[in-house]
């Protein structure tokens, strides 16, 4: 017959429970533990704590306030002790000892486990305290006997063990590491403890020897970790190799030397400091302070210029340049001349001075602004030129002459005059051509007004009141008189009174020719021409100067005993060609005859009857 036990059956709650939610009653399956021999204390069944090790159970220590109030006082003295085991004889059970206050787990024990999840662990204090320990009474202790090993209710399950089972041991958490601050300047702090006192995890409290059987070890909390050094925690390094041990702890983290970048930057602000000074230097000295402006500018140079540039050929040539004004009866105009001797004789165009007629006035003015006087010496129409005297003059300077048979196409030139009365003007350009037969005048309509120049073609610019002034070259020598300028408005030239300004065709008597006539006007007032002893078709339009029937007054076109007539000259002869230079027109070939002093020998080229015959001439003079 099968004894049951008289007591009450121990309830859920008579299990310790610590910070957590109060388990279920345990199954049925539950080992039974059978009271000790001796004990004075029952034992409560426990099962097997989830996740512990095989053969570990929880026995939490057990306090005042798990117990409801209800069951402390039903149950006397404490829970009832289980009932024996069938067949072994009752027990008389010894008055239970008053037990004594439990003392509750420290703020860093870990939680058991509870029925729903493990124990969760806590910051671990600086320092572990003892574990609490229930005293039993010394009557008590003496008695307690070994206990019995525990018998299974059934079969053990394999697969309820590992490594079927449930986990293995518990790992214990690892402590919270905090950063180390670290001030600017890169020098390590010393690190505070991780755990301020009092706060370490005190152990899970056991059962004192003589209050619990050996074979049911009470739950102890897993060991706290080993508190770091509490100069500074360990650094970990995740790219160090596996096995390698972190950094020692307390190690200064080096700092990177800047006594080079120091260095480059003070040298590089030494050098903008310097550039920047020496800018604010210069720009002071340059403009004579910061608030007063001063432009800069060059200084003086040596006012000697090279002889054959146009600076040294004007200071050569400006002082034998005169501006003569003239003042008539009916008109008045204004022109330039320029000293051909210490005498006083000035050269200048005929249609300069040709205002003046018998009575008019006529003013010469220096390069240095003096003024005086002037007579007409001789002129002539034919060649467009004047020579006037100044008298009582002192200090005269001649310009040289030089040779216009020398002169090439492409050579510079200077000219010299008063274009619009504006004294000591001087242009530059070079020789266009040679050689260019023009005509000028021919204001009176009957002829004996009109000029007839080989001019030399420049393109130094020439205006109205040039004329007569001197073309010279890189030498400052007079190769040429300014006479004649091409027009676009008028067509005219200046020496026919046009008035429109230089285009770029500007024509000059050649000095050959005008110092010939210059020394005839000075010597005997006049000029001679040289004449071929024949009268030409003005009239004829076909190719060369056609030879005309009879002359105007009806004489013979070839004068009896004259040039042409001793060379074999007649009427109706075409002339093709002067020395070997084509002819054109009548015009052209005065101005090749005009060319040449009276006494020159000329070879003639002349169509007759559609045959070409050639013939030398010598030519004549006429006043």
């Known amino acids: ?104 787990p420290g703020p860093g024990a870990p939680r058991p486990a509870s029925a729903t999840g493990p124990a969760e662990p806590v910051d671990a204090p600086a320092s572990p ?5 229930r005293p039993i009474p010394a009557e008590s202790a003496g008695s307690a006997a070994p206990p019995a090993p525990r018998q ?27 950063p180390v601050p670290t001030p600017p300047g890169g020098t390590a702090l010393p690190q505070q403890p991780p755990y301020a006192a009092g706060q370490a995890p005190a152990p899970e409290p056991s059962y004192a020897a003589g209050q619990a059987p050996a074979s049911e070890a009470p739950y102890a909390a897993p060991p706290a970790p080993p508190a770091p050094p509490a100069s500074q925690w360990l650094q970990y390094d995740p790219w160090s190799a596996p096995g390698e041990p972190f950094t020692k702890a307390g190690d200064p983290v080096p700092r990177k030397r800047r006594r080079g970048a120091l260095l480059a930057g003070a040298v590089l602000l030494a050098l903008v400091a310097g550039c920047v000074g020496g800018g604010v230097g210069a720009y ?54 320029f000293v051909l001797d210490n005498a006083g004789h000035i050269l200048t165009n005929n249609h300069v001075v040709k205002a003046a007629g018998d009575s008019g006035k006529i003013s010469v003015t220096f390069s240095g602004g003096e003024s005086v006087a002037a007579q007409v010496v001789g002129r002539d129409t034919g060649y467009d030129l004047a020579v006037v005297k100044v008298s009582g003059v002192s200090g005269l300077k001649p310009l040289a002459l030089g040779n216009s048979d020398n002169v090439l196409v492409g050579d510079p030139v200077v000219a010299i005059g008063a274009p619009f009365d504006l004294s000591n003007t001087v242009t530059s350009g070079i020789i266009s051509a040679k050689e260019r037969p023009i005509t000028a005048g021919g204001e009176d309509g009957d002829g004996s007004d009109v000029s007839y120049v080989d001019a030399l073609q420049t393109d130094a610019p020439i205006n109205p009141g040039n004329s007569g002034g001197p073309l010279v070259d890189s030498k400052a020598r007079v190769i040429g008189i300014n006479s004649a300028i091409r027009s676009a408005g008028s067509g005219g030239s200046e020496g ?19 110092k010939r006539v210059a020394e005839e006007l000075i010597n005997t007032g006049r000029a001679t ?22 002359a105007v ?42 060319a040449h002093r009276p006494g020159d020998r000329l070879r003639l080229a002349l169509t007759r009857d559609g045959k070409e015959q050639e013939l030398t001439l010598t030519l004549g003079s006429a006043s």
């Open 1 to 104: 017959m099968n004894e049951q036990p008289t007591g009450p059956k121990p309830k859920w709650w008579s299990r310790p429970q610590t910070d957590r939610p109060r388990a279920t009653e345990p199954p049925a399956d539950a080992y039974d533990l059978a009271p000790p021999a001796g004990a004075t204390e029952p034992v409560h069944s426990v099962r097997e704590r989830p996740g512990a090790p095989e053969g570990s159970t929880d026995a939490p220590s057990v306090s005042a306030s798990d117990t409801p109030a209800s069951e402390a006082e039903s149950i006397p003295g404490g829970p009832a002790p289980e009932p024996p085991s069938p067949g072994s004889p009752p027990s008389t059970p010894e008055p239970p000892s008053p037990a004594p206050p439990l003392s509750a």
């Open 129 to 133: 305290a003892p574990p609490a320990t």
């Open 152 to 178: 299974p209710l059934h079969a053990p399950d394999p697969y309820g063990t590992p490594p079927y089972g449930g986990p293995g041991p518990w790992a214990p958490a690892p402590p919270v590491q905090r």
């Open 284 to 337: 002071v000295e340059r403009n004579g302070g910061i608030t007063s402006v001063r432009l800069p500018q060059s200084g003086k140079e040596p006012q000697g210029r090279a002889p054959d540039s146009v600076a040294g050929i004007a200071a050569s040539a400006l002082p034998s340049v005169v501006t003569i004004h003239v003042t008539g009866a009916a008109e008045s105009g204004t022109g330039t001349g």
């Open 496 to 514: 026919s009174g046009g008035q429109a300004g230089s285009i770029g065709l500007g024509f000059a008597i050649p000095i050959n020719q005008a």
């Open 529 to 550: 021409h040289p004449v071929i002893g024949v009268t030409l078709d003005m009239k004829f339009t076909g190719d060369g100067a056609r030879v005309a029937d009879k």
């Open 553 to 594: 007054d009806g004489k013979p076109s070839v004068t009896a005993d004259g040039p042409g007539a001793k060379a074999g000259i007649r009427p109706q002869d075409v002339i093709t060609k002067v020395d070997g230079q084509r002819v054109h027109g009548a015009e052209e070939l005065i101005v090749k005859i005009r």
